[in-house]
């Protein structure tokens, strides 16, 4: 099933942008864990629309309940389900456009997969609102994570054509990494981050859109992790990264530009840190044969222009099947790269956490968690 993901720990998302609510549920999440749940409202805010003048003007708290799998402070080991209710949405805006495919949305694909019985409202399943339970079932994992020190930490690599610095992949400097977790618009220049917002509302001022790059960097992970060909863990991230909204490519490491390297320059020389095996550089984002090596993983992900813009462009009405004109009208992000660095990081933490359940087994992944007293 396509709302499925995981193999160790399966993740289901549930509902519609214009509907009663969206959720998930988090299958083969180990028993015990003590949420701490302010963590989980702060991730959550991060992808909060309504926040600022950068994104959609829909406001909406995103506010959650766990409704099973959550007794007496921790978790209890079956399926955890979390709903996110819809407060604020204004499905008329989508009344004039149910008959007009919407250009850069799946307005087409999901009218012929679903025989014209999707709903449209919002781009309704297929819509970026869904990214909020994954980054809820993401926020989880990451506490996870957290106990083991991983660490899951975004910069916006790039707007348009202005472009951030590179992560160092390393010297990490894990206060810079948690320093971007808390930034409303992550960057490692904050002169360029001022520049890139200029674009996006020089772009909204336009009824425009642009997009941009995510660089997104995984540290202390052990080496071991992942599988060769199928299920490597380039294979699993790419995988999950592509089911976030606007996503429309992936690299890791140096990624297109290894092939300007010769071998020489591309391999990673392997050194001695006392008894700890690394490599010298990580142009491989620390990834070889599908398994970690223990050094960071480095990747970016390339996110399109929001497709829903008021500049006027060619489309057909589907159920006369005539050539029209639209301008979308409603509440849209003129750049979806700041709110999408959490879904991001969410699903790479998904990934990491079933990857981990299945090396170490569900009840053994932990290793801190106290004994129930009951």
């Avoid at 999901?110 to 019985?117: P, T, V």
């Avoid at 930490?153 to 348009?160: F, L, R, V």
């Avoid at 990747?299 to 489309?315: H, N, Y």
């Avoid at 409603?330 to 709110?339: E, F, N």
């Amino acid at each position: 099933m396509s709302s499925i993901f995981g193999n160790k720990l399966k993740v289901s998302i549930f509902g519609e942008s214009h509907g009663k609510a969206i959720g998930v549920v988090l299958d083969g999440l180990p028993p015990g864990i003590e949420l701490d749940m302010d963590f989980l409202r702060q991730e959550m805010a991060r992808r909060q629309p309504g926040k600022n003048s950068l994104s959609t003007p829909r406001k909406e708290s995103d506010d959650f309940e766990i409704f099973s799998g959550y007794f007496q402070g921790r978790s209890t080991g079956t399926p955890l389900c979390a709903i996110i209710f819809n407060r604020d949405c204004k499905s008329q805006d989508y009344d004039e456009l149910k008959n007009l495919l919407r250009p850069g949305h799946a307005d087409y694909t999901g009218f012929i997969k679903y025989s014209g019985f999707n709903d449209y409202r919002g781009g309704g399943h297929f819509s970026g609102r869904l990214t909020a339970p994954l980054v809820l079932a993401g926020a989880v994992a990451k506490h996870v994570l957290k106990s083991r020190n991983i660490l899951i930490a975004s910069h916006i690599k790039s707007i348009h054509d202005i472009c951030d610095e590179s992560f160092d992949s390393t010297n990490i400097d894990e206060g810079v990494l948690t320093k971007l977790r808390n930034s409303d618009f992550p960057v490692l220049d904050n002169r360029v981050g001022q520049k890139m917002q200029k674009r996006i509302l020089d772009a909204k001022n336009e009824m425009d859109s642009v997009g941009g790059i995510i660089e997104t960097m995984i540290v202390n992970l052990p080496p071991g992790l992942g599988f060769p060909f199928f299920d490597g863990v380039e294979s699993r991230l790419a995988h999950a990264l592509f089911s976030v909204p606007a996503v429309k490519g992936v690299e890791f490491g140096e990624g297109f530009n290894i092939t300007k390297l010769r071998g020489s320059q591309a391999n990673d020389e392997f050194v001695l840190d006392g008894d700890k095996v690394k490599t010298s550089t990580n142009h491989n984002g620390g990834i070889l044969g599908g398994i970690t090596t223990g050094m960071p993983i480095v990747f970016r992900v390339a996110i399109k222009p929001t497709p829903s813009i008021g500049v006027s462009q060619k489309t057909v009405d589907i159920y006369n099947m005539q050539e029209a004109t639209i301008a979308v009208k409603g509440r849209h992000d003129p750049c979806i790269v700041p709110r999408a660095v959490p879904a991001v990081e969410a699903v790479s933490a998904l990934v990491v956490l079933d990857l981990m359940l299945e090396r170490e087994g569900e009840n053994g992944l932990p290793g801190n968690f106290e004994k129930s007293n009951r």
